[in-house]
């Protein structure tokens, strides 16, 4: 159960984490009030409450990058209740989140972007197709990948597919400049792999398997999946090239 949690909702594995932090630090809490005089203000608390959160998610198996949103979650709240806030901030951080992230519960991929040194490597790695080889970005993002290729290789056609709102207007007006470049709404689902010789994702642990059942039906052979640092369970990459990023990126290659 808690290995389905961690491929394929891991925000639930970290709601869990959140809610049996603040079970334990109230029970901590209730146990100094019976047995002591000492009362930790409503800060410390919620500092505790975030600590324990990150440890809990830490120890349930969740991915690195949970632990300061566990850590913050709670005393960010706190922060939150003690300005006075106008109703509409609210209102627009709930729709601007929603707007980025439209597509994470339904496809289980966060925002990724992929960073100059990694848009640079796989510009490299790509100077052995043919001129006008055709490459799709699943879940393009903000369209850097696409945008560094269509200056690289002018006669490629590059397409990046994308369903978050925000990220997929900003990564269209990025790519109208570029004539062998388009950005389409549309989730990686439902974009035939068929016609393309290289397919690059940065998405998320969750979806490498389904990903990869897409590919060998789709895919014809000779062509490239290229992941960015996520692995297909099971199947071992057969090329690895090693970025040397704050992250310790990896871009794995499979040849279809």
């Excluded at 510009?123 to 990948?145: I, N, T």
Aim: charged share 20%; net charge positive; aromatic share 10%.
């Amino acid at each position: 159960m808690l290995e389905r949690l961690r491929t394929r909702s891991p925000a639930l594995l970290a709601l869990l984490a959140q809610l049996l932090a603040l079970l334990g630090v109230a029970a901590l809490l209730l146990a100094l009030a019976r047995l002591g005089d000492w009362r930790p203000s409503l800060w410390q608390a919620a500092l505790g409450q975030g600590a324990l959160a990150a440890a809990l998610g830490h120890g349930l198996g969740l991915r690195r990058w949970w632990l300061p949103l566990n850590l913050a979650f709670v005393p960010a709240l706190l922060a939150l209740h003690g300005r006075a806030w106008p109703a509409w901030w609210f209102l627009a951080a709930f729709l601007l989140l929603l707007l980025v992230n439209w597509n994470s519960f339904r496809e289980r991929v966060p925002l990724y972007l992929s960073g100059a040194r990694t848009r640079r490597r796989l510009s490299e790695r790509l100077v052995g197709l043919p001129a006008d080889f055709r490459f799709v970005d699943l879940g393009c993002g903000l369209g850097g990948a696409l945008v560094q290729l269509a200056r690289d290789y002018p006669r490629a056609r590059l397409v990046g597919v994308e369903t978050a709102p925000l990220p997929f207007l900003l990564a269209w007006l990025r790519c109208l400049p570029h004539r062998n470049c388009r950005v389409r709404y549309r989730s990686l689902w439902d974009e035939p792999l068929g016609d393309y010789d290289a397919v690059y994702c940065f998405l998320s642990p969750a979806p490498m398997a389904e990903l990869w059942a897409k590919a060998r039906r789709e895919m014809r052979p000779g062509s490239l999946l290229i992941s960015n640092s996520f692995e297909v369970p099971g199947v071992p990459a057969g090329e690895v090239i090693e970025l040397h990023d704050w992250r310790a990126s990896r871009l794995l290659l499979w040849h279809l």
